[in-house]
């Protein structure tokens, strides 16, 4: 209901966009103003905000599936708790996101159903399975650290409710990382298995992470468009290189190897090299490949079947509640 | 270093502290087990915060129970290194989380029990009791209200959630019984104002869940044969299961931090 009473925009109903109307747009992102839900902007602006909100929040919900998968076995009431807490931060985040992106005139349903039938996106890191518990360590560390990386710019995006949510997620994002962190570093000066098992994390998720700053920038589709409307602040290569810069110094703190051979200090740079990224496999888990693609989407097709007469039961109890509460006013 | 299952001394106050932990701790695994699967991100919400406030509610009692035992040890191993016939739980919160309805209908027979438990242990001769009650009686009394208004849309909503609820409710009854029996050694607790005689709550438990089932169109169920044992450690099969998730990384690899 909400989404409703905003400004609609209809595309393709009054022929090419009032250029004076795109002039002025433009002059307010490059001024540095936010824009807002009843603001006037281009339908292409609107459709990548969409689709962009829309995928994040599909991540957060996605995602909680892999950290999910050790709340039952996380090996201390403390570390069960904080899994729990941090897996219901992303549920929130979930639903956050939603309401960021019914602003833009979409609704929660419709874009939950877009996922369930498999023609919206999440992140590919999800589709990697979580197979010890220094999984939870590394992505923690990891994945949120490289999930900041991308989204810290995003505090500044153009979009009002978009830069709001991800202000409130990245602080607690932050915190998640540092949680990681704290795991690895528990498992590292641990036991020789446990460290292994730090190891053995690390070499399974580094490479993913480094994926989930998406294409290189010369392939990248989106990146032209979303820079001049200030969505995207940084190329996906830049913050991929300002990850490896963070990360590098924290896994040797840790007394960790990255799994790259290739990987190098520059001095002339100052920056991190690092060795060619597999993008076969990239395209593969986009495609539906990688090792859990399709047990999350099974696994959230269930949730959503499964709760589907819960749903339908509160619907009908509140419908119910209203026409009693019609009745009782009209006996009054 | 810890090497296998451990034995606990077994003193009327510690068997009763770890009763109370092992309720919290098994409930509260129960619920976290929706965590990502739940009918709709509002209830993955609900269920996950309601689990955080029981594992919580176990590791005040468990660290309790370790400055009663004073033998050294923590939270977790009591936790993790209690094998099924030492957890005290009651059967009622280790069965198995089933549809949403059966979650939701275990969670008000349980909460109806359990809240006004914790409201009058506010009253405990022992402070640490009378502490640890006081913050959990906050939440339970909300744990209640979130089970009581679930009862009445799944009883009171559809043909379909009137059936699942009706069925959970006649399933759960038999598990009833037990929160009010009393084990051995408690009346002493009892008598020195330490802990809750729990026949007392019998009356007002039953009328909290007769005015929710009433509103939630479904019959109260007859009061037949009544379950119990897990007190004394007899459980139902599905205690070892959940056990054998929950202690998985302490037993294997044993003596490590995490």
Not at chain 1, 110 to 135: C, H, M, R
Not at chain 1, 171 to 198: C, D, P
Not at chain 2, 207 to 217: G, I, W
Request: net charge negative.
């Amino acid at each position: 209901m909400y989404a409703q009473s905003l400004n609609q925009q209809v595309e393709g109903t009054t022929g090419p966009e009032d250029a004076e109307a795109a002039a002025r747009f433009q002059a307010r992102i490059d001024a540095e103003e936010r824009i807002e839900p009843n603001d006037w902007m281009p339908a292409a602006y609107r459709r990548t905000l969409v689709r962009q909100i829309s995928q994040h929040a599909h991540s957060e919900i996605v995602g909680m599936l892999p950290e999910g998968n050790w709340i039952t076995r996380a090996p201390s009431l403390r570390r069960k708790a904080a899994l729990i807490a941090k897996v219901q931060d992303e549920c929130g985040h979930g639903m956050y996101l939603y309401a960021a992106a019914e602003t833009l005139g979409v609704t929660r349903e419709q874009l939950v159903d877009e996922l369930l039938a498999g023609k919206a996106k999440y992140s590919s890191i999800f589709n990697y399975p979580t197979l010890t518990w220094a999984d939870i360590g590394a992505i923690g560390w990891l994945v949120d650290g490289a999930a900041i990386m991308n989204q810290i710019p995003l505090c500044r995006c153009s979009y009002g409710p978009y830069s709001r949510a991800m202000i409130r997620v990245c602080k607690e994002e932050s915190f998640h990382q540092r949680q990681g962190y704290e795991i690895m570093l528990t498992l590292a000066r641990g036991t020789a298995a446990q460290k292994a098992m730090a190891q053995d994390a690390l070499n399974r998720w580094w490479w993913p992470c480094l994926m989930m700053f998406g294409p290189p920038d010369a392939q990248s589709q989106h990146s032209d468009t979303s820079t001049r409307w200030k969505i995207k602040r940084f190329s996906n290569d830049a913050l991929r290189q300002k990850f490896v810069d963070a990360t590098v110094p924290q896994a040797h703190f840790l007394g960790l190897t990255l799994p790259d051979p290739a990987l190098r200090f520059n001095e002339a740079t100052s920056h991190w090299e690092f060795g060619e990224i597999d993008w076969s496999e990239f395209k593969q888990v986009l495609a539906g490949n990688g090792p859990c693609n399709r047990d999350r989407m099974a696994a959230r097709r269930a949730a959503h079947a499964n709760g589907e007469w819960v749903r339908d039961a509160a619907l009908a109890y509140a419908a119910k509640e209203r026409a009693r509460a019609a009745a009782a006013a009209g006996a009054a | 270093m810890y090497t296998g299952s451990i034995t606990v001394a077994d003193t009327p106050l510690l068997r009763y502290v770890l009763g109370r932990a092992d309720d919290a701790l098994v409930l509260g695994h129960r619920l976290s087990e929706w965590c990502g699967h739940g009918p709709l991100l509002e209830e993955d919400m609900a269920l996950s915060n309601m689990a955080l406030d029981l594992i919580g509610q176990a590791r005040a009692l468990y660290t309790y129970a370790g400055e009663v035992e004073a033998a050294g040890r923590d939270e977790d191993a009591y936790a993790y290194l209690r094998d099924v016939t030492s957890y005290a739980n009651l059967l009622l919160v280790e069965q198995p989380n089933g549809d949403f309805a059966r979650t939701i209908v275990r969670q008000l027979l349980f909460s109806a029990f359990i809240d006004p438990y914790w409201r009058a242990l506010m009253a405990s001769t022992d402070p640490t009791l009378a502490a640890i009650a006081a913050k959990a009686e906050k939440e339970s009394a909300y744990h209640l209200r979130h089970a009581s208004e679930w009862t009445v849309r799944l009883g009171d909503g559809t043909a379909e959630s009137h059936a699942r609820a009706q069925r959970a409710l006649d399933e759960l009854w038999p598990f009833t019984g037990e929160l009010f029996t009393m084990p051995a050694g408690e009346r002493a607790l009892i008598d020195a104002g330490i802990a809750i005689d729990p026949e007392t709550l019998r009356a007002p438990w039953r009328a909290t869940v007769t005015r929710v089932v009433e509103r939630a169109t479904l019959t109260l169920p007859a009061d037949g044969w009544m379950q119990r044992g897990g007190r004394e450690g007899r459980h139902s099969e599905h205690l070892g299961h959940l056990l054998s998730d929950l202690q998985y990384l302490q037993r294997a690899f044993p003596g490590a931090t995490w």
